[in-house]
């Protein structure tokens, strides 16, 4: 069984940056899979943020790219997501999860959700 968990501050100030790790357990990073981060605004839907692949390669969404970092660490199973210069706009539940898209039918696997609200 493959399980994902996010962890990271609930609370993040404006301009700071927010920074979350996926920690994965029933399967290894390095396998033939991207690992995508994805947010859930308050009354929004799904936002696909960004992927790292098997071999490290990544990709983001081009409205936060700018803003963006994922990287990993193999030896702990850990992915993790920077987002810089936080807003209040920023403020979501963030998921990692296995697989790549904009909709939960192109997830197998997901972490619970971990609540990050931007305010000072």
């Known amino acids: 069984q493959v399980q994902l968990q996010e962890s990271g501050p609930g609370l993040v100030k404006p301009s700071q940056t927010l920074s979350l790790t996926c920690t994965v357990s029933?399967?290894?990073?390095?396998?033939?899979?991207?690992w995508s981060w994805i947010r859930q605004p308050p009354g929004k839907g799904l936002e696909w943020m960004g992927a790292i692949t098997s071999r490290g390669s990544t990709y983001y969404s081009l409205s936060l790219k700018s803003r963006t970092s994922i990287s990993r660490d193999t030896s702990k199973n850990q992915f993790t997501l920077q987002l810089s210069s936080v807003t209040p706009e920023d403020t979501a539940v963030y998921y990692c999860a296995r697989g790549i898209g904009s909709s939960w039918d192109e997830y197998d696997y997901r972490g619970q959700g971990t609540q990050v609200t931007v305010s000072s």
């Open positions: 029933g399967d290894s990073i390095t396998n033939y899979y991207y």
